[in-house]
């Protein structure tokens, strides 16, 4: 490449690829109803401008490529062909050969030896094809229903005319590097910025704090344009999935159509490079797993052609984007099942598990479900890798799904990496930055309730928040620092908590102090830092000292906070078996209502909840609750033992018989077929015990007796119990009459 036309050829190479991107959506429309006369003659262009551009520079490969498709998109233009579903694919191979010479040029600086007479002579073929118009009734249908196109370019006046070009006038291209120096550089302004907003209410100067003021006024509207010039509508890496989709569609043998929403929502550019492959390999799990075939889905009462939506929006300062399908869904049942197979979980952890923990062990390494491994999936390599990168930029992504309903994925990530607003606390008198964008809100315990509200539960400290066990980390105790934060044998006069969100898990963070919020900008850390895990960066904070922001997915993992279950995964090969018969087993002592102690393994209780008697409800004389959109019906298992029939007036509350302030104290148990709310008297504690069974206290759901805590102790076999009651005292709504809990409708 000659040295003059260095720069001549780098900005071909900029209009050339943003040429081809656009050119792949309008190429897809020629295949559905959008193929309108404009978008004909938008294509025809953007090939005639990369011909002509290529023949003045000198690059006769990609000349005759582009001439050869140029002449076949004339005639679809003028009418003389009507566009097939084989034309556009073989029109979509041109445009891949393009990106492959542009690469070409952009690494060796010429074209490469590359033969492509087989695409121009297929290319030369299409153009002989019967010119004569022919209803779309006599066409090959496609293999896959046309995706939805990005929006068509604005109708030109005249198909013959070059569009318009004043708009462009108004645009400069920038070097992303130079966008990048810019951005540090105002993120060293903001920090200065910071730094005299700390210094000004100490000085005695009206001038001098009237000049900070304006500073930081300044300082605010430059980072909020310097910002919006590293800040692109996600259309532009939507524009590149429909492709996606349609070929994938094609190799599966299904029709699929993708909508998207919010096309023109913003978001920092080093943050769509981050997303575009964890975006592109969800829509491709939508269509390989999730929509079904044709014939399938025809089969339920579905239209032939499944969807799949991606939407982006802006949220509670973040980006949030939703890829959702109207497939099949997540089958629970087959998850876990594989999970067992592969180690990853043990048959009694999956049992207590709920269905979003089910859902979630699709993020694991290596699970899969597919049954044969092909060129798309079934390797087990993908889910885990699209969560890894999404938490790398300080994202979270989620899974909701129904069987037969389809399935959705939910992202939230920061709008941008450079600049974010955090709460600053302090543990043991350092300084540390917890990103907003994790932070639920803020608990502050006083007095009493500072040693009240805060309880041990096999040992792990937990607050009662609302009715739910909120575990707490001691930011002092995991970082080694000591201090009040670390959950010393100390009264504190005061317990501080942030709640905080680690993927779909809350914990409590207690801290020494809360400080302020404020917008820092983001250092990258030294290795050594970053390898502790618990760190995202740091920050230099107004008074020039320097804070850590906390990695709060790190933090929950170092503290055990995020579910055993995929800590477990990666142990278990590790770990030995017990030579020497089983060992202790977590168990949940508790008193029945009739004053009877018993105990139940852990591993078969869902939730422990506590309900108000005010929200106990009669639904046909038995007593039931609202509970996580469902209806839970409330066996007593003392009545469960002795054979009565509940009955509503019997049970706390309004129409009871006990002091309605009494909460009420609900084992949540569910397997595949029943959920149901066991209520006790009272919930003593958790033990780790060895259950030697001494004696057999009776028939039934007791299984024998323990000495527990120094006292006997019924041992009762719970699933046992609800599987000998009767059928009538649960409520249906499953396939084939499961009673599973009747989904409350709003």
């Known amino acids: ?67 050869v498709a140029e ?55 299409l153009q002989t094809k019967s010119a004569a118009p022919a209803p779309p009734a006599e066409a090959a249908p496609p293999a896959a229903a046309p995706v939805a196109p990005p929006a068509p370019p604005p109708p030109a006046t005249d198909p013959e005319e070059p569009p318009v070009t004043a708009a462009a006038d108004g645009f400069v291209r920038v070097d992303v590097a130079l966008l990048d120096k810019l951005m540090n550089l105002v993120g ?179 699970f899969s479900t ?24 300080g994202g979270i992504v989620e899974v909701e799904s129904r069987v037969g309903a389809g399935t959705t994925f939910r992202i939230k990530i920061p709008l941008t990496l450079a600049i974010i607003p955090a709460l600053i606390v302090v543990s043991d008198g350092e300084s540390f930055a917890i990103p907003q964008a994790n932070l639920l809100e ?17 040992g792990v400290a937990v607050h009662r928040l609302r009715g739910d066990l909120l575990p707490l980390v001691y930011l002092g105790r995991e970082l080694g620092l000591g201090g009040p934060a670390s959950g010393g044998d100390i009264a504190p006069a005061a317990v501080n908590i942030v709640v905080l969100q680690a993927e779909s898990q809350r914990f409590g963070l207690v801290v020494d102090r809360i400080a302020d919020a404020e917008e820092i900008v983001v250092k990258p850390l030294a290795p050594e830092l970053k390898a502790s895990g618990v760190f995202a960066g740091a920050t230099i904070r107004g008074d020039g000292r320097v804070a850590l922001i906390l990695d709060v997915l790190g933090i929950a993992k170092r503290a055990n906070v995020i579910s055993d279950v995929q800590r477990r995964s990666k142990v278990r090969d590790t770990q030995a078996p017990h030579a020497d ?24 209780v869902a939730r422990l909840e506590e309900f108000a008697p005010s929200r106990l409800e009669a639904v046909a004389g038995r007593p039931m609750v609202q509970y996580r959109g469902y209806i839970l019906p409330l066996l007593d298992i003392a009545d469960l033992l002795a054979g009565v029939t509940p009955a509503a007036a019997s049970w706390p509350g309004p129409a009871g018989s006990r002091d309605s302030n009494t909460t009420v104290p ?48 019924e041992v009762l076999d719970l699933r046992r119990l609800i599987r000998s009651a009767p059928a009538n005292l649960f409520v249906s709504d499953g396939p084939g009459g499961d009673a599973v809990g009747l989904r409350v409708i709003a």
């Open 1 to 67: 490449m000659k040295p003059e036309l260095d720069e001549i050829v780098t900005e071909f190479l900029a209009e050339a690829r943003e040429n081809l991107d656009l050119l792949d959506g309008e190429l897809l429309a020629l295949e559905g109803s959008a193929a309108t006369p404009q978008t004909l003659a938008s294509v025809f262009r953007r090939v005639h401008t990369i011909k002509g551009a290529c023949g003045f520079i000198g690059f006769p490969r990609l000349e005759s490529v582009a001439h």
């Open 71 to 125: 002449n076949l998109l004339s005639k679809l233009r003028d009418g003389e062909l009507r566009p097939t579903p084989d034309m556009v694919t073989t029109l979509l191979e041109m445009a891949d050969t393009m990106r492959g010479i542009l690469g070409r040029i952009e690494t060796g600086g010429d074209e490469g030896e590359g033969d492509h007479t087989s695409l121009i002579e297929r290319l030369t073929r």
């Open 188 to 366: 060293e302004l903001v920090l200065t910025r910071n730094q005299v907003l700390e210094v000004a209410p100490r000085v005695a100067d009206e001038t001098f704090a009237a000049t900070s003021q304006r500073l930081s006024h300044i300082t605010t509207e430059l980072q909020s344009s310097v910002m919006k010039t590293r800040m692109l509508p996600i259309a532009t890496l939507f524009d590149k999935l429909p492709r996606v989709v349609r070929d994938l569609a094609r190799v599966c043998g299904k029709q699929v159509r993708l909508l998207a929403e919010g096309r023109d929502t913003e978001l920092d550019k080093a943050i769509i490079e981050a997303v575009k492959d964890p975006l592109t390999h969800l829509i491709r799990n939508c269509v390989d797993h999730g929509v079904e075939p044709a014939a399938d889905r025809l089969s339920q009462g579905k239209t032939a052609e499944g969807r799949v939506l991606i939407r982006a929006y802006h949220g509670s300062g973040q980006m949030n984007i939703e890829i959702s399908d109207d497939g099949r869904g997540i089958n629970l049942k087959a998850i876990k099942t594989k999970a067992i197979d592969r180690g990853l979980i043990t048959v009694e952890e999956a049992a207590r598990m709920s269905d979003r923990d089910l859902q979630a062990l699709i993020f694991l390494p290596g």
């Open 370 to 393: 597919a049954v044969q491994v092909s060129n798309v999936s079934g390797r087990g390599v993908g889910m885990d890798v699209v969560k890894t990168n999404i938490e790398k930029i």
């Open 442 to 458: 803020l608990v502050r315990l006083e007095g009493e309730r500072a040693t009240s509200g805060v309880e041990l539960i096999q």
């Open 581 to 604: 018969g089983p060992g202790p087993q977590s168990l949940l002592l508790f008193i029945t209502r009739d004053g009877r102690r018993m105990v139940i393994p852990l591993s078969s």
């Open 666 to 713: 609900v084992v949540v148990y569910n397997d595949e077929h029943r959920r149901v709310g066991l209520m006790v008297g009272q919930i003593v504690d958790v033990v780790e015990e060895i259950l030697p069974v001494t004696a057999s206290a009776g028939p039934g759901a007791i299984t024998g007796c323990a000495v527990i805590a120094q006292k006997l102790t």
